[in-house]
């Protein structure tokens, strides 16, 4: 009996072996990697760019301005919210003032079914942030009318750092409730 079985599972490993060998070279991936070992490469032929509008500060530093650009289009919210976010950190290419302090980036986005997009932010956000109430103002005004524009399904946006609530982001403007499009320039 016992031989049986070990025969068994040694026609049944031969096989497993021999559909894998041929399947087409692309479809070798396992577990992230390829079958040379080496990391995958993201699939992105079925990837649209899109067009979103992220709002900077003008020059003068007294009030928004948007620029376009393109972006890879990302299926899911966290991709979406954390790519608009990079840009806006990444700064202005018309020459509009960059508004978030260096190293704020997504930690988690949640969308309720109401509308209600939590951002959750990282420390930097809050701990980096220089400038007075304009500058507080049109720091939250930017990234909160950035998501309004291009994420449709956001109604309003609480902002959090490192999962706790933002009482403020420099002592001007309370950040404890969620903003609405009409809170906004």
Known sequence: MRGLIV??????????????????????????????GDPTVRDTTHEAARIVRLYF???????????????????GL?????????????????????????????RH????H?????????????????????????AISSLARTLFENVPEARRVRLVCAGQPLATLGGHIACDLPFDPSDLP
């Open 7 to 36: 025969v068994g599972l040694v026609v049944a490993v031969l096989a497993c072996a021999m559909i894998i060998s041929m399947r087409p070279p692309g479809s070798r991936e396992a577990h992230g990697r390829s079958s040379a």
């Open 57 to 75: 500060a003008l020059p003068g530093g007294d009030s928004l301005a948007a620029e376009a650009r393109e972006l890879t289009s990302r299926p």
């Open 78 to 106: 966290h991709e979406r919210v954390e790519s608009l976010v990079r840009e806006l950190a990444r700064g202005s290419r018309n020459g509009g003032v960059v508004l978030l302090a260096p190293g704020t980036a997504v």
């Open 109 to 112: 986005v949640y969308l309720d």
């Open 114 to 138: 109401r509308g209600l997009m939590t951002l959750d932010l990282t420390p930097a956000f809050r701990d980096r942030f220089h400038g007075g109430s304009t500058a507080e103002y049109l």
